[in-house]
T-cell receptor
Framework: AQKITQTQPGMFVQEKEAVTLDCTYD???????LFWYKQPSSGEMIFLIY??????QNATEGRYSLNFQKARKSANLVISASQLGDSAMYFC???????????FGSGTRLQVQP | NAGVTQTPKFQVLKTGQSMTLQCAQD?????MSWYRQDPGMGLRLIHY???????DQGEVPNGYNVSRSTTEDFPLRLLSAAPSQTSVYFC???????????????FGPGTRLTVT
């Protein structure tokens, strides 16, 4: 079984500052992938970043980076230079080796303050 | 560039009614899945498919049926709607990028269903 835990129900950050959203996971699969999605108030799910379990380097996509610590089973999302448009729900998710679908965490609501 | 489309966007049902939520993708992806999102929660997997003719249950399958007769379409059927099925439903399609560890999953815009 797989499990994703996001322990921060809500976070505040000042505009232009960096913020880290926490995600820990549990799986017995030797191969897996970790995802972050953004869900703004309009409701759509927007893919942000992906990290494979065998990838040697942490994934980066523009202002988003994934701080992957395999031994600690954590996959934290770092958003640099926060913008007002970053205010949204953020979900961490995992895909197991079976290539089926994703298991999601409960999400973190990020509010960026001017 | 349609990606994943879902219809309808909104639906109100009475308890006991049945209906089908439509999902289509034009990216020739093997894998498709249905999730539900209840207020304040993450997405939970209902059913998924790894190819035409192949489906399997996810975390919360009760009360739902699926079929996959083509690569493009993956409809979700509510057999007898209940208030507990009031939720937002997301369809997704996904694939592995051959030769890499990269896996991409795209979501449709969602269907907001209310059962009274």
């Amino acid at each position: 079984a797989q499990k994703i835990t996001q322990t921060q129900p809500g976070m505040f950050v000042q505009e232009k500052e960096a913020v880290t959203l926490d995600c820990t996971y549990d799986t017995s699969d030797p191969s897996y992938g970790l995802f972050w999605y953004k869900q703004p108030s309009s409701g759509e799910m927007i893919f942000l970043i992906y990290q494979g379990s065998y990838d040697q380097q942490n994934a980066t996509e523009g202002r988003y980076s994934l701080n992957f610590q395999k031994a600690r089973k954590s996959a934290n999302l770092v958003i640099s230079a926060s913008q007002l448009g970053d205010s949204a729900m953020y979900f961490c998710a995992m895909r197991g080796a079976g290539r089926r679908a994703l298991t999601f965490g409960s999400g973190t609501r990020l509010q960026v303050q001017p | 560039n349609a990606g994943v489309t879902q219809t309808p966007k909104f639906q109100v049902l009475k308890t006991g009614q049945s209906m089908t939520l439509q999902c289509a993708q034009d990216m020739n992806h093997e894998y498709m899945s249905w999730y539900r999102q209840d207020p304040g929660m993450g997405l939970r997997l209902i059913h998924y498919s790894v190819g035409a003719g192949i489906t399997d249950q996810g975390e919360v399958p009760n009360g739902y049926n699926v079929s996959r007769s083509t690569t493009e379409d993956f409809p979700l059927r509510l057999l007898s709607a209940a208030p507990s099925q009031t939720s937002v439903y997301f369809c997704a399609s996904s694939y592995f990028r051959t030769g890499t560890s990269s896996y991409e999953q795209y979501f449709g815009p969602g269907t907001r269903l209310t059962v009274t």
